[in-house]
């Protein structure tokens, strides 16, 4: 079992810059590949960037890739999500998750365990 808790969201203005935060416990987090989805209202949760346990693979959704940028600090249990040039579309509750083995990091239902979200509100 591992608990996750994110956080660092906020409201900001197009083209800036923000970090979260995902915080693990009750398990090894350095075991676990983890990834960033988004939800923005009315629609379904998408995938962000995910990084493997450890750190061999990077992915990147299309739409983030070159602006985002994941990592991850196995001495301080932390998931990172490095936000930058941000855009109003980027709006949307990000979540934090952990799966110990997965096929594809795309996808949501493969992830074990998933923290309760940030906001992030990017206006134009």
């Known amino acids: 079992q591992v608990q996750l808790v994110e956080s660092g969201g906020g409201l900001v203005q197009a083209g800036d810059s923000l970090r979260v935060s995902c915080v693990a416990s009750g398990s090894t987090f350095s075991r676990y590949n983890m990834g960033w989805f988004r939800q923005a209202p009315g629609k379904e949760r998408e995938f962000v960037a995910a990084i493997t346990w450890n750190d061999y693979s990077i992915d990147y959704a299309d739409s983030v890739k070159g602006r985002f940028t994941i990592s991850r600090d196995n001495a301080k249990n932390t998931l990172y999500l490095q936000m930058n040039s941000l855009k109003p579309e980027d709006t949307a509750v990000y979540y934090c998750?952990?799966?110990?083995?997965?096929?594809?990091?795309?996808?949501?239902?493969?992830?074990?365990?998933w923290g309760q979200g940030t906001q992030v509100t990017v206006s134009s």
């Open positions: 998750a952990a799966a110990k083995s997965l096929s594809s990091y795309r996808l949501s239902w493969e992830y074990d365990y």
